[in-house]
């Protein structure tokens, strides 16, 4: 199985930053792109936990140069290096812990 015959989770990111945009097809945009390709193809926590490890790996200011790159938001990234740094266990099936999003919109009512 080939990488682009993977089924995305959501459409791929692209670069806004400076080299991206001068030369897309330079060294520095094309491991933009790989990178934006890889996070498209995992869950959010996975994601999460990508983008701390590349945060990570490029040191100071890293936070902020994988934020740019992949669309995150600063502090996902910085949850990813906490969970990587505090060996965070895996929740088993669910990406998301139980009790979370919306409440119902029917209005629940009592049989008499």
Known sequence: MVMVD???????YLC???DC?????SAVALDHAA???VMALLDER????FAGLLA????????VAVATITGLSRTTVRRGIDELRCGTAAAGDR??????????VEKKTRAW
């Open 35 to 37: 990178i934006n390709r």
């Open 16 to 18: 806004p930053c400076g």
């Open 95 to 104: 990406v998301r812990q139980p009790g979370g999003g919306r409440r119902p």
């Open 21 to 25: 945009r001068r030369d897309p097809q």
């Open 56 to 63: 990570m790996r490029r040191g100071h200011g890293g936070i």
């Open 6 to 12: 993977l089924p995305a989770q959501r459409a791929v």
């Open 46 to 49: 996975q994601r999460r936990l």
